[in-house]
């Protein structure tokens, strides 16, 4: 049971591979905090809401802390704040934990691979992991599986570019950091993560989107500072591209595509090819594309890569 797990700022999400028949799970990246009293004990039995006692206080997680949320008026805490995990924070790691294992199931046979991504702030190369990172991968371990990292960039090309024999440029436009990848024939030959609040432009694509009557000249602005932002998070990924050399190997046209909330909104794909205009990368575009499920898309894409991690293991068995 090969299983692509998304651990996203913003929510986690895996699918999984269940004898020829695909499974996904979510879970919201938040939760909530509420005072033990009785009305609120009253009102988490009655919503059958996962929660759990710390101190004086209800903890509320995953996609019931929305609901409760809205009911009680009050704000959501995030589990990865600006996509890391809170230092000195154990009740949150402990979340984090519960997180996981509500779209993680336990494997059946020990050793699968589960192939994560992580988000863009923490490093992948395995000498240079920190605590945190360790911490992800060891709740992937105690569900039975082996864990393994992929970027974001890398599980979006594999999810769209097949056609493309698994090669071209893999943009994720998370909601704190942005990722960059260069994947030829399903290699990854450079990657890079730009911090940028995606997040907060999303949230205010939502609300504008709820709000029709939003004046000309806001959406106007709105769609300036997008573009703006956008540029700038385009031209470091390709500066840091250019420093590491990755550009150079790729082959010509290259294929692009991109992912993330933020590509859902009107007029994104005309800010898209602005902002790539602008930042005049280096390389000839066979096509610009935007991944058609973008929520689940990364989740998709570190599945392929699992089962293909799967299969050599199996080669290298028959071999030996």
């Excluded at 269940?18 to 009102?43: F, M, N, W």
């Excluded at 409760?68 to 008026?73: V, Y």
Aim: contains cysteine; glycine residues 8%; aromatic residues 4%.
């Amino acid at each position: 049971m090969s299983v692509g797990l998304d651990l996203g700022t913003s929510e986690f999400r895996s699918i999984r591979d269940s004898g020829g028949e695909l499974i996904s799970r979510s879970c919201q990246a938040q939760y909530l905090v509420v005072k033990d009293t009785p009305g609120h004990r009253r009102l988490l039995e009655s919503t059958q809401a996962r929660h759990a006692t710390c101190g004086d206080d209800l903890i509320v997680f995953g996609d019931d802390a929305v609901e409760c949320a809205a009911m009680l008026d009050l704000p959501m805490l995030p589990l990865l704040r600006n996509g890391l995990l809170p230092s000195g924070d154990p009740v949150a790691r402990q979340i984090v934990a519960l997180t996981v294992e509500a779209v993680l199931p336990q494997t059946h046979r020990q050793g699968e691979i589960c192939c994560l991504t992580i988000p863009g702030g923490y490093e992948l190369n395995e000498d240079h992991q920190s605590l945190d990172v360790r911490f992800l991968k060891q709740l992937v371990l105690l569900r039975g599986y082996s864990p393994q990292l992929i970027s974001a960039g890398h599980a979006t090309v594999l999810a769209e570019l097949s056609e493309a024999s698994f090669s071209g440029l893999g943009i994720s436009l998370g909601a704190t950091n942005c990722e960059f990848a260069l994947i030829h024939c399903g290699r990854e030959l450079g990657r890079c993560s730009i911090a940028g609040q995606i997040g907060e432009l999303t949230e205010e694509l939502l609300l504008h989107n709820q709000r029709s009557e939003l004046d000309q000249t806001r959406q106007e602005t709105w769609m300036r500072d997008f573009q703006r932002q956008l540029t700038a998070i385009f031209t470091e990924a390709r500066d840091t591209l250019l420093i590491n050399g990755s550009l150079k190997l790729m082959p010509q046209p290259t294929s692009v595509v991109c992912t993330g909330g933020i590509t859902g909104a009107d007029g994104f794909v005309r800010s898209l090819q602005l902002a790539w205009n602008r930042s005049n990368w280096p390389i000839k575009t066979s096509q610009i594309r935007i991944a058609p499920n973008s929520r689940f898309t990364i989740a998709r894409g570190g599945l392929i890569q699992a089962i293909l991690e799967d299969e050599q293991h199996l080669v290298e068995r028959h071999v030996a």
